[in-house]
């Protein structure tokens, strides 16, 4: 209750200091992620080859991978590199956080990377680690002097409880304790907060609850109606659902990057490469509009660049844009086309400084 009262109050000096979410980057193309949990995967080097040759200029891996490092050495590939919930509990050490960094990223000065995110969809005791680890991870690449890197996390959507209507969320009861010193440190950064959004699957556990057109992009006018807010998508929905969500604690200007979105090809209800073409389109051709809330451009990565055999059976396996043989699962353009209204001149995508501000 006291706790809440501060929060508000925060929230009103926000807005009485005008202090707002920046304005984002552009938005020249969407990342891809990079999951390796297939047996059967092609090479890290013939992997880079493909997100050069399909136009990706950003990637998501989960964790180190050496193989993928040599081979983004020199590229413009933007780089998010994960430090997985196994070395949580070690990133609590300073020290240890700077051996982290030592070895996953000085060691490869000419990887450009963009973001650290410590811990994907954390919950429970452990998310308690993550503000302290994402300190300590800022504090080793400032040290490095690689303080451009940004720390973030990566959450599930699980967190917001509620968001048929984004006025209407929170986070859960849980994630508000772990949710509060993460977004301070955020807030104090500038870092953006990462979420992973699917769409899919509010959709594929209740299917009788909504009509898909609202879950791929497809309805022809607005499902919810949130005050002057018109919502068309879930997609929309749950990302505004995220603000404010953190306005309710008080942050106002910490921007929600996209860290995974996708639709699967095969596995579970209404998997299809027809419906999973429709929903990767869509989304491309909308991120960079943004939501109704945030019209700026949402910072988007795909998930995912292949099917892969390790994971659960099932719609698990199915979320690739190719199968391990490099084959498409169906035919897609994952370029974002120009904005007509702001032409900007093509970068070269061999040249690093070329892209500096994209992911
Ligand atoms: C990485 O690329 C840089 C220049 O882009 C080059 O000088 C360096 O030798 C490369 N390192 C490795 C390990 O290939
Ligand atoms: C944690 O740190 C210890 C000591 O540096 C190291 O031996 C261990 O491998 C680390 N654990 C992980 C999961 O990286
Ligand atoms: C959201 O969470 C805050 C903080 O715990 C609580 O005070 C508030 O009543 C909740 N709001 C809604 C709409 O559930
Ligand atoms: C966000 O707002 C807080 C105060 O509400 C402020 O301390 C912080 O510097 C702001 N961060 C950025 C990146 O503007």
């Known amino acids: 209750m006291a706790r809440q009262g501060v929060a508000s109050s925060m929230f009103a000096m926000a807005l009485l200091l005008g202090i707002i979410a920046s304005a984002p980057q552009s938005v ?60 949580l509990s070690n990133l609590s050490s300073r020290k240890a956080a700077a051996s982290w960094v030592r070895d996953n990223i000085q060691a490869y000065p000419s990887v450009m990377f963009r973001y ?60 508000q304790g772990f949710m509060r010193p993460v977004l301070q440190f955020l807030a104090r950064t500038g870092a953006p907060l990462m979420a992973n959004i699917y769409p899919y699957f509010t959709y594929a556990y209740n299917p009788g609850d909504m009509d898909i057109r609202y879950a791929l992009f497809t309805a022809p006018a607005t499902v919810v109606k949130d005050g002057k807010y018109n919502y068309q998508n879930l997609f929309d929905t749950t990302i505004d659902a995220f603000y404010e969500a953190m306005s309710k604690l008080g ?64 719609v698990e396996r199915n979320w690739g844009l190719f199968y391990p043989n490099m084959k498409p699962v169906y035919p897609i353009s994952l370029e974002v086309t120009p904005d007509p209204d702001s032409p900007a001149p093509a970068p070269d995508p061999e040249s690093p400084a070329a892209a500096p501000d994209s992911y």
Request: aromatic share 6%; glycine share 10%; hydrophobic share 40%.
């Open 251 to 314: 942050v106002s200007n910490v921007s929600v990057l996209v860290s995974e979105t996708g639709w699967p090809s095969g596995g579970g209800k209404a998997a299809t490469p027809a419906n999973a073409k429709v929903y990767n389109e869509n989304l491309i051709k909308h991120i960079r509009g943004g939501t109704p809330r945030h019209p700026d451009a949402i910072k988007t990565y795909l998930f995912s660049m292949f099917n892969e055999n390790q994971k659960a059976k099932g």
């Open 28 to 87: 020249d193309s969407i990342g891809v992620c990079y999951g390796m949990s297939g047996s059967n995967l092609p090479p890290a080097s013939t992997v880079v080859g493909m997100f050069k040759s399909n136009g990706i200029k950003a990637m998501r891996v989960y964790a180190p991978d050496k193989a993928a490092f040599q081979a983004l050495n020199g590229t413009s590939i933007g780089v998010l590199v994960g430090a997985p919930n196994d070395v």
């Open 116 to 175: 650290v995110a410590v811990g994907n969809e954390v919950a429970g005791k452990q998310a308690d680690l993550l503000a302290p680890a994402m300190e300590n991870v800022h504090a080793a690449l400032a040290a490095a002097k690689l303080g451009h890197i940004q720390v973030t996390t990566s959450v599930s959507q699980a967190i917001v409880g509620v968001f048929n209507q984004p006025s209407a969320a929170n986070f859960t009861k849980e994630a």
